[in-house]
């Protein structure tokens, strides 16, 4: 039976959803297997470039999203210039933390969406703080007849 006949025939049979929900744990499982492969190598190619700080802004809804903003700091809280010193590109970076994003957090960017911030401290305590705020549509209904 080919997916179009399948599409004709109405909704998936439980077993085709249950294939899909596995599909997407599955899915869920890499990106947070790609974070902890891949984000210590990252935090010794920033320590090694004098940051200190990384806080990264995400922000999405409607059905996209997107890392907003990067600020690399020393441990003075000043900026910290990358041009040249990182062995990764920025765009390695996002991908980790859009993975871990979506790991934590599935489909964070569909319909209201979500906001949040990662804070992450490359010092000794290797400290990674992530703030995820949910948005939703809420209303309150009154009703009334007569007088």
């Given at each position: 039976m080919t997916?179009?006949?399948r599409l004709s025939e109405g909704p998936p049979t439980l077993s085709v959803m249950s294939i899909s929900s596995d599909s997407l744990?599955?899915?869920e499982r890499e990106r947070l297997e790609n974070v902890r492969r891949n984000l210590p190598e990252a935090?010794?190619?920033l320590q090694e470039a004098g940051v200190e700080h990384v806080h990264i802004d995400y922000d999405g809804c409607g059905d996209s999203g997107c890392i907003e903003n990067i600020t690399y700091t020393d441990g003075k809280g000043s900026a910290v210039d990358l041009a040249g010193k990182l062995a990764m590109t920025e765009e390695q970076l996002k991908d980790l933390f859009?993975?871990?994003t979506q790991?934590?957090?599935p489909g964070w960017e569909n319909n209201d969406g979500a906001f949040g911030e990662?804070?992450?401290d490359l010092t000794e305590e290797d400290a990674l703080k992530h703030t995820h705020?949910?948005?939703f549509t809420d209303y309150d209904t009154t009703e009334h007849e007569g007088l």
């Open positions: 997916q179009s006949n744990a599955r899915y935090r010794r190619h859009y993975d871990l790991a934590r957090h990662f804070n992450w705020n949910d948005r």
